[in-house]
T-cell receptor, first 114, second 112 residues
Framework: GDSVTQMEGPVTLSEEAFLTINCTYT??????LFWYVQYPGEGLQLLLK?????DKGSNKGFEATYRKETTSFHLEKGSVQVSDSAVYFC?????????????FGAGTRLAVHP | SQTIHQWPATLVQPVGSPLSLECTVE??????LYWYRQAAGRGLQLLFY??????ISSEVPQNLSASRPQDRQFILSSKKLLLSDSGFYLC???????????FGPGTRLTVL
């Protein structure tokens, strides 16, 4: 069935370090792909998305490119800040019309230290 | 754009007690609504979704139920809570046929 696999955390980085969080997926067809971020004690916020192959989603310095050939959607940021500390979820969407379901990865916790 | 409210923000309940969590949405009409649960240290699991008033689909068999009495109101309930019902409950909204779901702030439920 459809699934999302993320790298296990926690990921611990120093401020201004480069970030990569790996995400691969299994799906029939060509799903839309998402990254959501969850700050401590809060709900999920949409960080970025891509709807077709080779699309690049970007927001707040984060980027991810939809790679159909490797079924991946890795999240990157060139220089992380302490305020980026959060849990990051990769997700894909299946279904169309009235039925539309998000499949999430397990989440990757990022801790950025000054 | 839509705003999603969830109430209460936190809740501590004894085993066997009833539950009612509320989600209301502003700024959109006829939304698709979803309830997700996030257990400690785990990802998110879809519990219920609704495409309209009175229309509820369940994703997994469980101790919980959902209702949609109004277009922009989605309620999660239980008659008797179990310890395993503890978690962070998130309501989400999707507008029309767009593919993006937006999430509320969540309710943290602890069952003792």
């Amino acid at each position: 069935g459809d699934s999302v696999t993320q790298m296990e955390g926690p990921v611990t980085l120093s401020e201004e370090a480069f970030l990569t969080i790996n995400c691969t997926y299994t799906a029939t067809g060509y799903p839309s792909l998402f990254w959501y971020v969850q700050y401590p004690g809060e709900g999920l916020q949409l960080l970025l998305k891509a709807t077709k192959a080779d699309d690049k989603g970007s927001n707040k310095g984060f980027e991810a490119t939809y790679r159909k050939e490797t079924t991946s959607f890795h999240l990157e940021k060139g220089s992380v800040q302490v305020s980026d500390s959060a849990v990051y979820f990769c997700a894909l969407i299946i279904g169309a019309g009235g039925y539309n379901k998000l499949i999430f990865g397990a989440g990757t916790r990022l801790a950025v230290h000054p | 754009s839509q705003t999603i409210h969830q109430w209460p923000a936190t809740l501590v309940q004894p085993v066997g007690s009833p539950l009612s969590l509320e989600c209301t949405v502003e700024g959109t009409s006829n939304p698709n609504l979803y309830w997700y649960r996030q257990a400690a240290g785990r990802g998110l699991q879809l519990l219920f979704y609704s495409v309209g008033i009175g229309q509820i689909s369940s994703e997994v068999p469980q101790n919980l139920s959902a209702s949609r009495p109004q277009d922009r109101q989605f309620i999660l309930s239980s008659k008797k809570l179990l310890l395993s019902d503890s978690g962070f409950y998130l309501c989400a909204c999707r507008q029309g046929r767009k593919d993006t779901q937006y999430f509320g702030p969540g309710t943290r439920l602890t069952v003792l």
